[in-house]
């Protein structure tokens, strides 16, 4: 009976330990991607980093000229992901993130609480945007005092749709932490 005992001690093992990665899963958080959400981020980064330097244009979005959701949309479009066009739109679609990753979008109000501009997370502390006043596309810190006080949140289209978090929703105003 020993081969039995052994058996049956190494097959609980095995269930135990099964069990244990199952539950580990579910307290993984949202941040764990798939390949399939791993590449897509790379896309959305590589277009817009080829991006840089394009001229802005209001209402525009081809690499002719585009503005800060034009330039988001054209972004996406291109890793094959489709977005509204509008900032307002993008947020209200978005997936609301209180840390976001490269790729994920931030929101930004002109300081009215209304949101007015989007930027594409680009890691490292730096968003790439298009930006009005420098007339282009361009990769900017977002340690300066001007995003850190106009911040509304992020958003995600890049993971696939979960419970949101508490407390993290927009809405037509924009983002409510």
Request: aromatic letters at 8%; one cysteine or more.
């Amino acid at each position: 009976m020993p081969i039995l005992s052994r058996l049956q001690r190494t097959f609980g093992l095995a269930i135990g330990l099964a069990g244990s990665l199952w539950l580990t899963g579910c307290a993984t958080s949202s941040s764990h991607l798939t390949s399939d959400q791993s590449g897509a981020r790379q896309r959305v980064l590589a277009v817009a980093e080829r991006l840089i330097g394009t001229p802005y244009r209001l209402g525009g979005e081809s690499p002719g000229g585009m503005d800060c959701s034009g330039l988001v949309q054209y972004t996406y479009r291109q890793a094959g992901i489709r977005l509204p066009r509008t900032t307002g739109e993008q947020l209200r679609a978005g997936q609301a993130r209180r840390q976001v990753l490269p790729g994920d979008l931030l929101f930004f109000h002109g300081g009215n609480g209304t949101v007015s501009h989007v930027g594409i997370y680009a890691g490292r502390g730096e968003m790439i945007h298009a930006s009005s006043g420098a007339g282009r596309v361009l990769k900017t810190r977002l340690n300066q005092r001007y995003w850190q006080r106009h911040l509304l949140g992020g958003a995600t289209f890049l993971e696939r749709p979960s419970a949101p978090m508490a407390g993290s929703r927009f809405n037509s105003d924009g983002f409510s932490g």
